[in-house]
């Protein structure tokens, strides 16, 4: 028994090898966030892409936060736990998605740093769509908001 061709005026469909990859990542991304926060949680947020090195006198957290804006970052150190959250904004758009991968809404990003550090001495800047922090190594801690620098 044979099976008859079809044919289609439309023209096919390129082939993303990426696309079930995407697929998966997403899955796993909200079974993730369904089982650690909870699925009545309330936050969907994300976490941007973040190195942590250390120098001899500091630890540098250097995050990705391209389209963020400076005002919409806020730095907190509490103890030996630094905290990075703030929104990428939705820029209006025209047409449709055919592609989306970047992601917009709330972000947060926690470490807990190895040793105390210098509360009164971290700096914080945005550059380049980069927030680095360095926060110099102390003998005691305290809680302090750092103020992000740059454009």
Do not use: C
Not at 48 to 61: C, F, K, L, N, R
Request: net charge negative; hydrophobic share 35%.
């Amino acid at each position: 028994m044979s099976v008859p061709a079809v044919r289609s005026s439309r023209p096919a469909e390129r082939w993303n090898p990426f696309a079930e990859f995407e697929e998966l990542h997403g899955q796993l991304d909200r079974l993730l966030r369904s089982t650690v926060a909870g699925p009545d949680a309330g936050w969907r947020g994300w976490a941007p892409p973040v190195d942590v090195s250390e120098t001899d006198d500091a630890y540098v957290v250097e995050a990705e936060l391209p389209g963020v804006a400076r005002e919409d970052i806020d730095v907190d150190l509490t103890g030996r736990e630094l905290t990075i959250t703030g929104e990428r904004k939705e820029v209006e758009r025209r047409g449709w998605f055919r592609h989306r991968s970047r992601r917009v809404g709330e972000f947060h990003y926690a470490v807990t740093l190895p040793h105390e550090v210098d509360a009164d001495r971290i700096e914080a800047t945005l550059a380049d769509g980069v927030l680095t922090v360095r926060a110099p190594k102390a003998t005691t801690a305290r809680s302090r908001r750092i103020t992000v620098s740059g454009g």
